[in-house]
């Protein structure tokens, strides 16, 4: 089957443990607030490939990916085409190549539980705490997500939670509290990372001409990012 792919990063070490090859999935259902890729929300778009090309891809990067690196599905969504990346998860643990699915987690489907039988690592980035903030500010459903989560658990496979930290929106360290409480609810969970609010898509707004609501907040300042790493380091205690 074909993938709707918006783009690749050959070698990346921000998504995931070690070296590793990230493939961008076309296709969003969510409209975070501080989305940096509103060029991948639309599920029609994107360049095709099938799971066997993005093997072939990855396979020449092999020898740099060691004994952590791998392949990271990332997106736009990449639950949405949960069947085409369960057929090239396959594949790439055929060829011994460990999978990571960075992901919001988001969507139901039944095809779910089969790609999570290959995978090896879940990034979750949990959007907001609370069901009124993630509908508001993702457009979301957090009990959806944290069904995900559950079924992440019971599958132990090794959870990442990520989180933004957007100044006045999710800054505050009862947020932050509020993050750490739900991660920890998860036994498979290894680390959480918080994330800088940045605003480098702010060209992307203007050039599919879309408003970028938050254009007039300021990005996260390593300060308030260093202070709240330690209220969760205290947390996590
Ligand atoms: S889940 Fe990611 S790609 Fe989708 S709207 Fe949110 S930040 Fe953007």
């Keep these: 089957m074909n993938g709707y792919i918006h783009s690749f990063q050959s070698m990346g070490a921000a998504d995931g443990p070690g070296l590793r090859c990230v493939v961008f999935m076309q296709g969003c259902p969510l409209r975070c607030l501080y989305c940096h890729n509103p060029d991948s929300w639309e599920s029609s778009l994107g360049a095709v490939y099938t799971a066997r090309e993005i093997v072939s891809r990855a396979l020449r990067f092999k020898p740099y990916f060691g004994k952590t690196g791998g392949v990271t599905v990332s997106g736009g969504e990449p639950l949405l085409q949960a069947e085409f990346v369960c057929e090239l998860f396959k594949l790439l643990h055929k060829e011994e190549i460990k999978t990571a699915l960075d992901t919001s987690g988001a969507v139901s489907s039944d ?35 944290l069904k995900f989560l559950t079924l992440v658990q019971e599958l132990d ?18 947020n932050i509290r509020q993050i750490a409480a739900i991660a920890k609810s998860f036994s498979n969970l290894k680390k959480i990372e918080l994330l800088p609010f940045r ?39």
């Design 111 to 145: 095809h779910i539980k089969p790609l999570l039988e290959h995978t090896d690592l879940v990034i979750c980035d949990i959007k907001f705490p609370t069901q009124q903030q993630y509908k508001k500010y993702s457009g979301g459903n957090l009990d959806t997500v």
């Design 157 to 174: 496979i090794p959870l990442w939670v990520r989180h933004v930290i957007v100044p006045g929106l999710t800054d505050s360290k009862d």
């Design 199 to 237: 605003k480098l898509c702010l060209s992307k707004y203007e050039q599919m001409g879309i408003e970028f609501s938050l254009a007039d907040v300021p990005e996260c300042p390593p300060e308030t990012l260093k202070s709240l790493n330690e209220t969760l380091d205290k947390l996590l205690k």
